[in-house]
Nanobody
Framework: QVQLVESGGGLVQAGDSLKLSCAAS????????MAWFRQAPGKEREFVAG????????TYAISVKGRFTISRDNAKNTTYLQMNSLKPEDTAIYYC????????????????WGQGTQVTVSS
């Protein structure tokens, strides 16, 4: 049974940094693609960042590129999202997701999801 557990969310001020973690179990971690999505109040869930199985390829939404960094530690079965220069518009519930195959931004392609962690950025 695959489980994804996010942590690291919280309330911060604009300009601050935050690092999210997503611990995975139930699959061989080095064989899966990982991604972060987010959903703001009243909006649809959107892609934030994705990372390939080995970590040698990453992709980002334009809105976070240059501020957020996705990474993974296959020895720890964990993926991370380092968020710098946070803005109020980054406020959302952040979800990690897992799939096999290749990296994609398509939400419907991901098979497993975490429960989400709230990130709130005050101005």
């Amino acid at each position: 049974q695959v489980q994804l557990v996010e942590s690291g969310g919280g309330l911060v001020q604009a300009g601050d940094s935050l690092k999210l973690s997503c611990a995975a179990s139930g699959r061989t971690f080095s064989t899966v693609v990982m991604a972060w999505f987010r959903q703001a109040p009243g909006k649809e869930r959107e892609f934030v960042a994705g990372i390939s199985r080995t970590g040698d390829y990453t992709t980002y939404a334009i809105s976070v590129k240059g501020r957020f960094t996705i990474s993974r530690d296959n020895a720890k079965n964990t993926t991370y999202l380092q968020m710098n220069s946070l803005k109020p518009e980054d406020t959302a519930i952040y979800y990690c997701a897992l799939k096999g195959g290749i990296t994609t931004r398509s939400e419907t392609a991901y098979d497993y999801w975490g429960q989400g962690t709230q990130v709130t950025v005050s101005s």
